[in-house]
């Protein structure tokens, strides 16, 4: 990257850096490249505000003037980054979406290890085990966002949460909510190692020796824990938890949606902690 | 439909049942045949106890053997439907999905006027503003059969409920929830009519002179509404409303996840009521 930044124009479809911002969709390139791909202006300014600003800036020809677009630029050249533009056509073909946002920018995938995480940052986290649905992953971080959760931490195999679909769900928390992975091996002693006043408390809900969810005796830095869209959590991981509770289940089914019992028990905990 | 009833083996890709399961997957023929299209051993079972048979069931050739499978042939061949058989890869050309579940039915579509639903029948309702994500619309009937509630009713132009991302988000509630289908200028008075123990609590959450919605004076029948994914509720409606709520919002987003608020929200007037 050299400065002063050209604004280059794209109007090919085979443009190496359209078939560069394509290939961030996949996981595989994302893992290559180390960055992903946001959309929308409201999203990308929500990133700036929270001190990522884009490598890259893609803008559709056909743009509103806007003064946050315009903030954008300033920040993207500024930070000596690339500034490009190209057709609506183009932009959708990008971010794969019908009604393509007028500006898509690239970011640098952050830190994701445990030890990036503060827990004394914050009395409530969430953690998700195996989640497999993008769209879930990312609702758990706009939820995390809005109980004012420390950040989301990722046990096994779970999406990335730098995929379109969990940038868009996360309605821009991917930038603020910090973000870990981590194998159940490697997040339980970290859990419990430190001082006791930064002793983790790990929850889930759970049908077994469960208590009922209100009124239970949350603590901070309380983790808010929940498995996987068809198996729910390993047993073992379950009994691991220093606290189990259940929610209330009137109908035929025995669980809700991942992302729907995060936050039902986020702000059990928030209302709780809070009170 | 004659009885006794054939199995049928089908094998190709252009047969004209695999053309006509395959366009249950677009609403424009779901509205044309009045049908709708259901997966998995589990959720077909949910039906069978809900009463909801399926007027044609579809098989892969190589599924193992399931007593819950033979109880579902068995009802399918004694109401007159029609059992048939094919390869995984039909199966999966119907369902759109890459591991389709091993057996799939093909539903009348149910009665979803506003006369149909009798809303002393539960303390709760659910109802969704120009709700266009199905998998949120299948989330909110999954989180209704957890809470208890009657059923869901949509007001303008929300997804389709019977689209096969929402059946499939619903976890088998499409089949045990309430649906009803209205315009706004029909639901207020139908919600507002009837004699005054059954006339109902209309909330929402918004940001517009609301209370706490922790302690909140719900009531029941409590009909709980959220908006348009982007937009929200309009202002008028949510002037309508006999309780306007808010939820705490720590972070920098102001909103969450429709069937995330609906969740949190249904979950406090659940414990309300029951308290």
């Known amino acids: ?28 390139h994302r893992k290559r490249e180390g960055k992903f791909l946001a959309e929308g202006l409201r999203l990308l300014t929500d990133a700036l505000e929270s001190g990522r600003v884009p490598e890259m800036l893609v803008m559709a020809s056909t ?14 050249e500024h930070a000596g980054g690339e500034v490009v533009e190209t057709t609506p056509d183009i932009l959708s073909k990008i971010t794969g979406k019908d009604n393509p946002q007028a500006v898509a920018g690239v970011f640098a995938e952050f830190d994701t290890s445990l030890a990036a995480l503060d827990r004394t940052a914050a009395p409530i986290w969430l953690v998700a085990q195996a989640l497999r649905d993008p769209g879930n992953l990312g609702t758990m971080l706009r939820t995390g966002d809005a109980i004012g959760a420390g950040g989301l931490i990722l046990i096994d195999d779970c999406a990335d949460p730098f995929s379109v679909e969990a940038v868009r769900a996360s309605m821009g928390a991917v930038f603020t909510q910090g973000i870990a992975r981590a194998s159940w091996d490697e997040f339980l002693p970290w859990l419990r190692g430190g ?3 930064e002793r983790g408390q790990l929850v889930a809900a759970s049908l077994r020796e469960a208590v009922p969810y209100r009124g239970a005796p949350y603590a901070a830095p309380c983790f808010v824990m929940v498995g996987n869209e068809s198996r ?16 209330p289940m009137k109908g035929r089914a025995d669980s809700l949606n991942a992302a729907v019992a995060a936050a039902v028990l986020g702000y059990e905990v928030l209302a709780s902690l809070d009170g």
């Open 195 to 197: 001082p006791d006043e």
């Open 1 to 28: 990257m050299t400065l002063p930044t050209a604004r280059r124009e794209i109007t090919g479809f085979s443009n190496p850096t359209v078939k560069f911002l394509k290939s961030l969709r996949d996981k595989k």
């Open 232 to 247: 729910g959590l390993p047993e073992n991981y379950e009994a691991a938890c220093d606290l189990r509770v259940t929610m």
């Open 63 to 76: 743009r509103d003037p806007h003064p946050l677009l315009g903030a954008l630029v300033s920040a993207v």
